[in-house]
Nanobody, 120 residues
Framework: QVQLVESGGGLVQPGGSLRLSCAAS????????VGWFRQAPGKEREGVSC????????SHADVAKGRFTISRDNAKNTVYLQMSSLKPDDTAVYYC?????????????WGQGTQVTVSS
């Protein structure tokens, strides 16, 4: 059974940092592109960052460039999203998902999400 579990969310002050984790079971993450998405209340879900399966190249949405880093640890079957210089607008539920490619996906497996709240 395939399962993705996100963790690492929480309450952080503006300017702070968090590292989100996406741990997989039932498959090898290294064979998939892994994307991080987020959805804020009343807003559509948006892609944040992605790491490819072929060469671990990464891509980021404009909102994440320069502040977020995505990486994978194949030994732990986990993908991370390191977020820094967090802003209140980053408040959302963050999800990881698996796909065939970062560009266009499709993303078929999704985790349950982890809440990130940026507030003073």
């Amino acid at each position: 059974q395939v399962q993705l579990v996100e963790s690492g969310g929480g309450l952080v002050q503006p300017g702070g940092s968090l590292r989100l984790s996406c741990a997989a079971s039932g498959l090898n993450l290294e064979n998939y592109a892994v994307g991080w998405f987020r959805q804020a209340p009343g807003k559509e879900r948006e892609g944040v960052s992605c790491i490819s399966s072929r060469d671990d190249s990464t891509s980021h949405a404009d909102v994440a460039k320069g502040r977020f880093t995505i990486s994978r640890d194949n030994a732990k079957n986990t993908v991370y999203l390191q977020m820094s210089s967090l802003k209140p607008d980053d408040t959302a539920v963050y999800y990881c998902a698996l796909g065939l490619a970062c560009s266009g996906g499709p993303f078929g497996y999704w985790g349950q999400g982890t809440q990130v709240t940026v507030s003073s």
